[in-house]
């Protein structure tokens, strides 16, 4: 288990968690949804230790995919990618299973949103790292694009066991690739939910227009 | 070279009218003087400069001048990078350079001219006063180009804990080279033009400025061809620094997107 306990977090006067805590699993995907500036970005920050925090938070060697790519422009896509690794077995085959094999050469200046954006994903999970953080990582992806990503990664991220927190607030992203599902509203955890059915998408919706009003 | 032209037809038209403007306002000055010792004629001038063109001497003169504006130049730059990288790395650095660039930058260089002179000699002095005009200017590009690095860049260095090494070699330096080659020709260009008034007021004899002292206010034709000379070679440096910023650098041209 990766622990946060009693976490404090504040930005100026305005509190994003008081006394919060959290278990993620180990080896398993957990997808925490909310609405705006309830503090999910604010987590993923402090479990890769880029904001100070007060309370306990496990260090854990952490990988990153941001909401948009942070491709360092100078470099070609492949590049950007054997910064973080030199596994070049995995960088093409999931370079293949996201369809940006042919991309790889490029700069990122030349590359579509989407296109950068898995070149970013392909970066965060090839760095070697216990815990992969994404935050929003498939916003700029079309439908179609999206949910072939989703199934490509999901399967990978089981057949490999890692442990993953991503951060969205696309209630269906949050279905197809969870095995936990958590909402946060006001910087604490109003829904928790390890075992999902075909219902969770509705209870979710239902709590989210809740949570809005 | 079709191409060229027609993807740059308005920035060659701007310039042929920029060009036709100044000359217009040189003969409306001559027309109006009508006294070719204080104004030389654009005629004069231009047969002037080809009979310069002519001298060996003037070659001679030319090269010591570029190469005292160059060793300036790399000196400068050299300085000036060493100091301001650690200048962004640690903060004590940043605060112990600032008024020491402050006050080189405030310092009257013609004034410290004199004691530059009494220590060194005609060909050192002119380098030093352009290295203390040309060393705050170029500081502050390192710093500007340096602090421009997206924040979001520096972040994802942190994420993916590059080794300091890492992050200079493969991704601070090459973000801040495109802008500060493009400085380049800028900095060239006004080295010359400090180093050539260094020289008209230490007399060096071999050089551009000295050439300008020496013609002073018997041969003006002669006078304004160095001037033009030194205004085309300046202009050459800049546009050739600029084209070679944009060529060498395909990573910051945006070409026609994918998808």
């Not at chain 2, 004069?44 to 070659?59: I, M, S």
């Not at chain 2, 705050?136 to 997206?150: C, E, G, R, T, V």
């Amino acid at each position: 288990m990766i622990k946060i306990e009693n976490l404090n977090k504040k930005y100026g006067e305005k509190k994003v968690f008081e006394n919060f805590s959290l278990e993620i699993e180990k080896g398993k995907i957990t997808c925490i949804l909310g609405e705006s500036g309830c503090g999910k970005t604010t987590l993923l920050n402090v479990l890769s230790r880029l904001t100070d925090f007060e309370g306990r938070v496990d260090e854990v060697n952490c990988s990153l995919v941001f909401q948009t790519p942070n491709l360092f422009p100078n470099l070609t896509a492949k590049q950007n990618l054997l910064l973080v690794s030199n596994d070049l077995k995995k960088i093409d085959a999931l370079s293949n299973e996201l369809s940006v094999a042919d991309k790889l050469n490029s700069y990122p200046k030349h590359l579509s949103g989407g296109e950068a954006q898995r070149i970013s994903l392909i970066r965060g999970i090839i760095f070697d790292a216990d815990l992969l953080l994404m935050d929003e990582p498939f916003s700029s992806l079309d439908l179609g694009v999206k949910f072939r990503t989703i199934t490509a990664l999901k399967k990978r991220f089981k057949e490999e066991k890692k442990t993953v927190v991503m951060v969205t607030h696309d209630v269906k992203e949050a279905v197809e690739m969870a095995d936990r599902i958590i909402l946060l509203s006001g910087g604490k955890i109003v829904y928790d939910n390890k075992n999902l059915t075909k219902k969770t998408e509705n209870e979710l919706f239902g709590l989210l227009i809740g949570t809005n009003n | 070279m079709k191409a060229y032209l027609k993807r740059h037809f308005a920035s060659i038209i701007c310039g042929i009218i920029a060009l036709v403007i100044m000359w217009a306002v040189w003969f409306i000055a001559c027309k109006i003087v009508k006294n070719e010792y204080v104004i030389p004629s654009v005629k004069q001038t231009f047969g002037e400069l080809f009979k310069l063109l002519g001298e060996a001497f003037f070659y001679r003169a030319l090269l010591r001048t570029l190469e005292k504006s160059l060793i300036a130049f790399v000196i400068s730059f050299v300085l000036a990078g060493s100091i301001a990288l650690p200048s962004k790395l640690f903060k004590g650095v940043d605060g112990v350079m600032r008024p020491i660039i402050a006050v080189i930058r405030t310092l009257p260089t013609m004034a410290v001219l004199i004691p530059i002179i009494l220590y060194t000699n005609r060909f050192t002095a002119p380098i030093i006063v352009a290295m203390l005009v040309l060393f705050p200017m170029i500081y502050a590009q390192f710093k500007s180009a340096l602090d421009n690095i997206d924040e979001q860049v520096v972040r994802t260095a942190k994420v993916f804990k590059l080794t300091r090494r890492q992050k200079v070699v493969k991704v601070y330096f090459p973000l801040v080279a495109p802008n500060l080659l493009s400085h380049t020709g800028s900095n060239l260009s006004f080295a010359i033009k400090v180093v050539i008034s260094a020289e008209v007021m230490v007399m060096t004899y071999t050089s551009i400025g000295g050439m300008i002292q020496y013609a002073g206010y018997e041969d003006l034709p002669r006078l304004f061809a160095l001037t033009l000379f030194a205004v085309i070679i300046g202009i050459v440096i800049e546009t050739t620094f600029h084209l070679l910023s944009k060529k060498l650098f395909k990573w910051t041209r945006a070409e026609g997107k994918n998808d």
